[in-house]
């Protein structure tokens, strides 16, 4: 039922964008950073479902649980950078959409570092 108010709100929102797009763009550009918002509050209770998910999955695993709050920021940079170059083309900025895109994977690559480590650990702990 969720995926059915999401659809709608994109496409109430993309309909107003065009309908209002020709006579006042700031005004569209409002309204398709508000629908956008309304999605992403959807998507956020979906995704607090999916993050119990990982949890009762860290618990039964053993796995350390600084990598799985690692994994989750990662996926929240991608997510977010994702949602806000979204905006900026929406707007008109793609220039600004593909840096923001550049930032949210540098800033990925960074958080990455200590799953990679401990990756690295385990391989040479394996290795006689």
Known sequence: MELIKIIGIGLITTISVIV???TKPEIALILGVAG??????????????????????????????SLFTCLLKI???GYLAEFAAGVC???????????????GKLVIFVLAIPI?????????????
């Open 20 to 22: 209002v797009k020709q």
């Open 36 to 65: 956008s918002a309304l999605v992403f509050f959807f998507i956020v209770d979906l995704l607090g479902e999916a993050f119990g998910l990982f949890n009762y999955i860290v618990d039964k695993s053993g796995i350390d649980s």
């Open 75 to 77: 996926v929240g940079v």
């Open 89 to 103: 083309t929406d707007g008109g900025n793609a220039g600004m959409a593909s840096k923001i895109l550049l930032a």
């Open 116 to 128: 990679i480590t401990e990756l690295t650990d385990i391989i040479v702990g394996i290795l006689p």
